[in-house]
Nanobody, 115 residues
Framework: QVQLVESGGGLVQAGGSLRLSCAASGSRFSINLMGWYRQVAGKQRELVASITSGDSIIYADSVKGRFAISRDNAKNTVYLQMNSLKPEDTAVYYC?????????WGQGTQVTVSS
């Protein structure tokens, strides 16, 4: 069973920055993909960014140019650097990890951007 430990959420003013981290442990198989989703109450969870083990990256259009995803394969850790934050970025952010067999989710970390 894979355990995911997220950190880095919080409250920030519009225009500010936050960095999220997610460390994965316990996987018996290689982690193919790591990423971040976010969810606002009453809405569907949406992809923010993802990165494969080969460093192929996808960003949601709404965060392109402001957010940067990276990963440390040796540490099985994925990072999300969030710059120029906007109030509409306010959400619970979830770490996502995919192995060849399963998908795993973190517990979520709240990001609140005040105007």
């Amino acid at each position: 069973q894979v355990q995911l430990v997220e950190s880095g959420g919080g409250l920030v003013q519009a225009g500010g920055s936050l960095r999220l981290s997610c460390a994965a442990s316990g996987s018996r198989f290689s982690i193919n993909l790591m990423g971040w989703y976010r969810q606002v109450a009453g809405k569907q969870r949406e992809l923010v960014a993802s990165i494969t083990s080969g460093d192929s990256i996808i960003y949601a259009d709404s965060v392109k140019g402001r957010f940067a995803i990276s990963r440390d394969n040796a540490k099985n850790t994925v990072y999300l650097q969030m710059n120029s934050l906007k109030p509409e970025d306010t959400a619970v952010y979830y770490c996502h990890v995919r192995t060849v067999w399963n998908n795993y989710w973190g517990q979520g970390t709240q990001v609140t951007v005040s105007s």
